[in-house]
């Protein structure tokens, strides 16, 4: 395939969602299940990369187990009958300081500057593979993580990247039980015994524009 003739994300053999989460990873799922209901620019990722803190990684880790485990993203894939993608241990990103210390959180000016080059160094070496396609998530973790992420695409994203955020009311989007809408009606209770069907439960992404300035980089940058 000549990839110079196409910006079709869904037609690279590497199709990669990147997301920055922490104590919601349900953005993950639920833009898969986004992902996988766009029927004109359906590109269902086949490998998935996570940016975390030390506080938000045993969040992450019940989500995902691996390509067999038995995680939130697993148990979405058998639903919908999808490819489980790769998603292990090498790809939940864990962000350090300079030292490869992991980050509690990031709560000060040194932790912002760790998280930036961190964040920056990840998107550097997912855009590098010409066989990629990636697919980028503002939807969770610290407003500076969202941000150092988008921006980071700003410079390094090429025509095949996409800029996404998923769309989920409030009383869902924090429910720990909620991961996605479910093909069958099933019933999630709320912490005050309230209860609604996950099936039911709409899910929006949308693509956010964003200018990509890697084409005026010099080589060296890049």
Same mark, same amino acid.
């Given at each position: ?22 104590i919601s990873p349900q953005i993950v799922t ?55 993608? &790769? ?11 300079h030292d490869g210390v992991a980050l509690d ?57 996409? &800029? ?52 005026? &980089?010099?080589?060296? &940058?890049?």
């Open positions: 395939m000549n990839h110079a003739l196409t910006s079709q994300p869904e037609n690279y053999p590497r199709r990669i969602l990147l997301a920055v989460a922490a639920e833009t898969v299940y986004a992902l996988m209901q766009q029927s004109e620019t359906r590109c269902i990722p086949n490998e998935v990369h996570i940016i975390t803190t030390k506080r938000g990684k045993p969040y992450v880790e019940q989500l995902v187990c691996g390509t067999e485990g038995s995680g939130w993203l697993s148990k979405l894939c058998d639903d919908y009958a999808l490819e489980k993608p &790769l998603c292990g241990a090498s790809h939940i990103h864990c962000i350090t300081d959180d990031i709560r000060t000016r040194d932790d912002n500057t760790y998280a930036d080059d961190y964040i920056t160094k990840i998107v550097q070496d997912l855009t590098s593979d010409e066989q990629s396609s990636l697919v980028v998530s503002l939807s969770g973790g610290r407003r500076t993580m969202t941000f150092y992420v988008g921006y980071a695409l700003s410079l390094f994203g090429r025509a095949q990247d996409r &800029l996404t955020h998923v769309l989920v009311e409030d009383e869902y989007f924090f429910n720990t039980e909620f991961f996605y809408p479910t093909p069958e009606p099933l019933w999630v209770v709320r912490d005050d015994n309230t209860g609604f069907d996950a099936s039911k439960v709409e899910v929006t992404l949308a693509d956010i524009p964003f200018v990509r300035l890697r084409e005026g &980089l010099p080589s060296r &940058l890049l």
